[in-house]
């Protein structure tokens, strides 16, 4: 009984497993659509408070103030509350910004022709040219100018509408270099909500030469008009400790690749992430220019973050975004487009997630969307009656037999009904006692075996002849076995 509950138990599980729709699929490889949301633009200026002590023809104090633009490019968000990696040359100013304040305030006051440049400059007046030169840093106790430099980096998410102010970001970790990486965080952490989209990190770069890659990233200010440009790429050999980055390749040799990539870090592309085909994960970061782009890996980026004892980790936005991008690269459209919409419940400005949302929607129902062909497939495809019915007439037959050994385990045992008694013979002598026949039964009782006692026979009693039973005076026949008594 057990065994048959037990098989049909484990058919029963088998037959609805087949019956379950698909509930996960892998995800697919060589997409950009998990690392986009969380690339930002970066812009860097150094603002500069100046005064200037004129003390050439009369005290004066001219005070001015100038925005230095210096960097612009691309930063890629790794934790929900905003923090940043990207390029120590977008995050700090390697020229000296108050040399070019003094240059500046001199040459509007002074009316002299100083160019605006980070070089200090002479000039052919004496008098001029020592307070030029006081006002030129380092600060001395003769100082013509008190300046104050101060860095000032907005970055601008992927976001609809698009953001005007951006948010402000600092710098708390850099590299030596300027293609080092650099970690950045808001000057105003994020508070409450689940932050912002992030993009994961892989854990090694891909070693075989010829990898293909993506790299992303903003080439202006994101708005109705500027859309995050992706690129493809491929990785060449090479890339070891010291050799400044990693190069591309084409393996086809159909495009200059350094040169393509170079060209579109000099225009804003610069720290764009990239993209590993394999998982769609950050592989390294693009630097250089001109006519040679490269790449930091991915284990400079760790280390700059361990630096800076910061942890990458991924939000909520995250979880439910790949979750729909699965469905969506999978074609089962019907089901995407309500993943779709969480991500923009939790995070509106979703770029990406709106993007797919719309296709979604568009190709729900179509010939296109794999769950509507699961669908309409499955009545041509259902399983048929007859296991099933099968299976219960086993499971019927199994417990009507298991009831039936149940009953007769439990049921008392019949008691043994007693002989008939034997037809009587003729009619007995007047005065003799009726003898009742009663057959023995076929079990016996063991009787303990007494002692018998040698006695002499009394001549008036009679057995009988046959079976030796007693006999009564008046018997004819014998009582036990029927015998004739001989007279």
């Not at 769609?280 to 700059?304: A, D, N, P, S, Y």
């Amino acid at each position: 009984m057990a065994r048959l509950t037990a098989l049909f138990t484990g058919v029963a599980a088998a037959l609805a497993l087949t019956a379950l729709p698909v509930a996960a699929h892998e995800h697919p490889s060589g997409i950009t659509d998990l690392v986009s949301p969380a690339v930002v633009r970066l812009e860097a200026v150094s603002h500069v408070e100046i005064t200037l002590l004129d003390h050439v023809s009369e005290l004066k104090h001219v005070e001015r103030s100038y925005d230095v633009p210096f960097a612009q490019g691309t930063g890629t968000v790794v934790s929900p509350d905003g923090t940043i990696v990207a390029l120590r040359r977008l995050a700090v100013n390697p020229d000296d910004v108050a040399v070019y304040a003094a240059n500046k305030i001199f040459a509007e006051h002074h009316k002299v022709k100083i160019p605006d440049d980070y070089k200090k400059h002479k000039l052919s007046d004496d008098l001029l040219d020592r307070h030029l030169q006081d006002c030129y840093p380092p600060k001395s106790s003769t100082a013509t100018c008190i300046i104050d430099v101060t860095t000032e980096i907005t970055a601008f998410p992927n976001v609809s509408p698009a953001s005007a102010e951006g948010f402000k970001v600092k710098c708390i970790k850099a590299g030596p270099d300027p293609d080092s990486p650099a970690v950045l965080v808001p000057l105003t952490p994020a508070t409450g909500g689940v932050g912002m989209p992030t993009a994961p990190l892989a854990d090694k770069v891909p070693e075989q030469a010829g990898s293909p890659t993506n790299v992303a990233g903003f080439l202006g200010r994101p708005g109705p008009n500027v859309a995050h440009t992706v690129e493809i790429a491929h990785l060449a050999a090479g890339g070891a400790a010291g050799s400044g980055g990693r190069p591309f390749a084409d393996p086809d040799k159909k495009v200059d690749e350094p040169v393509k990539l170079g060209g579109l870090a000099d225009k804003g592309l610069i720290g764009a992430p990239v993209i590993g085909d394999k998982d769609g994960h950050v592989i390294g970061m693009l630097i250089g220019g001109g006519k040679q782009g490269r790449m930091i890996g991915v284990r400079e980026i760790t280390g700059i973050l361990a630096a800076a004892k910061v942890v990458p980790r991924r939000g909520a936005i995250d979880t439910a975004f790949e979750a729909a991008l699965t469905r969506y690269h999978t074609q089962y459209y019907t089901e995407a487009a309500p993943g779709f919409q969480r991500v923009l419940e939790l995070y509106p400005g979703n770029v990406v997630a709106a993007g797919l949302l719309k296709t979604s929607l568009a190709k729900r129902g179509g010939p296109e969307d794999q769950g509507t062909k699961q669908a309409v497939s499955e009545p041509v495809r259902s399983t048929p009656l007859w296991p099933f019915i099968l299976a219960a007439g086993i499971l019927f037959i199994a417990a009507a037999g298991g009831a039936y050994l149940l009953w007769r385990r439990r049921s008392p045992e019949t008691p043994t009904e007693l002989p008939e008694p034997l037809a009587a013979g003729p009619p007995l002598d007047d005065g003799a006692n009726q003898t009742v026949v009663v057959r023995r039964s076929q079990s016996f009782q063991v009787v303990p075996q007494q002692q018998q006692v040698m006695t002499a026979p009394d001549p008036a009693i009679k057995y009988c002849t046959s079976c030796g039973m007693r006999l009564g005076p008046a018997h004819r026949f014998c009582g036990y076995c029927g015998h004739p008594i001989e007279t």
